[in-house]
């Protein structure tokens, strides 16, 4: 019986002994994940990275930004490249931001050529775009903007479009007088649309600044502030800008020369976006063609070359500092980076090639990742979330402006519509008056 006794004890001693040691591997192997390649307070990961650049839990893919897929936090910005060179390619479009906040709230700078197919690639809705900023007048930074003003409506766009932008030294070289001559260009295409509900959407609002106001207001609501300061670009009237939401700040400077009014507007930012300029003027004259001298007059006198970003960045410590108007290729980068990193060590990225995406989050941490686009472009569907939509009356019909002898040269339906397949045409507009009807994309009703 004593020998059973013993024989049991040890058994259960053995279990006991295994238990403490297993409790002793779990607690070890719990602490090794818990603590190996965590820094924590224990050291510095790194040169650049640390420790504010990190991603999000809520992001589907950490590498890849799929647009439709991320709703922002309420405290959240997301700050997508649409355009982000001076010369279009198959890779980047003249310059263009999109800054998105959590309130729900878009504001778009600059819309240069080509960019407004990145907008319709990420499924941005037109009428979702209502207030866009200019830092100045060159068409690299513009010339999107008469095919939204006049498209906007078309897409559900029937409040006016609001731009904001710089006085010039002259009234004739202000904001003001371009916009008046673009709807002035656009006389045609305003009167043949005219046929189909367009609203308000061509009254475009004008907001035109002194672009000598230092730190001046371009605009205020809904906790959103925009300030302004004037630049160094080829001529009078170019600006610079900081966008401040919810503890979020984001500086976009514009084509500039490095200047002590980016340091001072822009100290400890979350984002400072500049221009760069590949100070290797020979090599780079090289490889596009043209003498060094026009080169070297042209940086000198515009751009700002990497050394000079970095030299601004360093004063003016943001959390990321963001080059872009940049001709993205693989010979120049890592020397545009050294010149950079001359001055500067923080964390910094290119606002290139186009698409590039950057989330603000948290407790103003930074990610950036590369924008996924299919190649085929589909319009995206307008944003409409009441349960009714109103189509304001068109102001005249389509035949109301083309004349009888223009109209009877058109061949009748019945000879080019196969058998059986030709509808009913619709010629006119139904009604004089607006109308309104149920909405059936309305977020309480099933698609």
């Given at each position: 019986m004593k020998l059973k006794t013993l024989f049991l004890t040890l058994i259960l001693l053995s279990y006991f002994i295994n238990a403490q040691n297993q409790d002793a591997e779990l607690l070890k192997a719990k602490e090794f994940f818990e603590n190996a390649g965590v820094p924590g307070d224990k050291w510095v990961e790194g040169e650049t990275l640390y420790p504010n650049i990190r991603p999000a839990k809520h992001f589907h893919s950490s590498m890849l930004y799929y647009p439709g897929t991320e709703e922002l936090h309420e405290d959240e910005v997301r700050v997508t490249f649409m355009g982000s060179s001076y010369s279009p390619s198959q890779t980047q479009s003249g310059m263009s931001i999109l800054v998105e906040l959590g309130n729900g709230e878009k504001f778009v700078f600059d819309l240069g050529i080509g960019s407004l197919r990145n907008y319709n690639s990420f499924s941005i809705p037109f009428n979702t775009i209502n207030h866009v900023f200019l830092t100045h007048l060159h068409m690299d930074h513009v010339s999107d903007l008469p095919y939204l003003m006049m498209f906007r409506p078309i897409q559900g766009g029937w409040t006016p479009l609001h731009v904001y932008g710089p006085s010039g030294s002259e009234p004739q070289y202000g904001t003001?007088?371009?916009?008046?001559?673009?709807?002035?260009?656009?006389?045609?295409?305003?009167?043949?649309?005219?046929?189909?509900?367009?609203?308000?959407?061509?009254?475009?609002?004008?907001?035109?600044?002194?672009?000598?106001?230092?730190?001046?207001?371009?605009?205020e609501a809904n906790g959103v502030k925009i300030t302004h300061w004037p630049t160094s670009h080829t001529k009078d009237g170019a600006t610079s800008y900081r966008l401040d939401w919810n503890g979020r700040s984001?500086?976009?400077?514009?084509?500039?020369?490095?200047?002590?009014?980016?340091?001072?507007?822009?100290?400890?930012?979350?984002?400072?976006?500049?221009?760069?300029?590949?100070?290797?003027?020979?090599?780079?004259?090289?490889?596009?063609?043209?003498?060094?001298?026009?080169?070297?007059?042209?940086?000198?006198?515009?751009?700002?070359?990497?050394?000079?970003?970095?030299?601004?960045?360093?004063?003016?410590?943001?959390?990321?500092?963001?080059?872009?108007?940049?001709g993205y290729d693989d010979i120049f980068i890592n020397e545009t980076v050294a010149q950079v990193r001359y001055h500067y060590k923080g964390a910094f990225a290119f606002g290139a090639p186009d698409l590039v995406t950057f989330n603000i989050h948290g407790d103003g941490k930074v990610w950036w990742r590369e924008g996924v686009a299919g190649n085929s472009i589909q319009v995206p569907k307008p944003h409409m979330t009441s349960e009714t939509i109103t189509f304001p009356a068109p102001k005249h019909q389509v035949y109301d402006v083309i004349n009888d002898t223009v109209e009877k040269n058109e061949i009748p339906m019945e000879l080019w519509y196969p058998k059986g397949h030709m509808p009913q045409r619709v010629k006119e507009w139904p009604i004089t008056k607006d109308l309104t009807l149920p909405n059936p994309w309305a977020p309480s009703k099933k698609n």
């Open positions: 003001a007088h371009m916009m008046k001559h673009m709807m002035e260009m656009t006389a045609w295409h305003q009167d043949s649309f005219h046929s189909w509900p367009i609203g308000e959407g061509y009254e475009t609002k004008v907001h035109e600044f002194d672009f000598m106001d230092e730190g001046g207001v371009a605009y984001i500086c976009y400077t514009g084509d500039n020369r490095p200047n002590s009014l980016t340091i001072k507007k822009c100290q400890n930012v979350d984002m400072l976006i500049s221009e760069v300029q590949t100070a290797t003027v020979s090599l780079s004259a090289q490889s596009l063609g043209m003498p060094p001298a026009m080169a070297a007059y042209t940086i000198d006198t515009s751009h700002s070359p990497g050394y000079g970003l970095g030299y601004i960045l360093n004063e003016a410590n943001p959390t990321v500092g963001v080059a872009t108007h940049y």
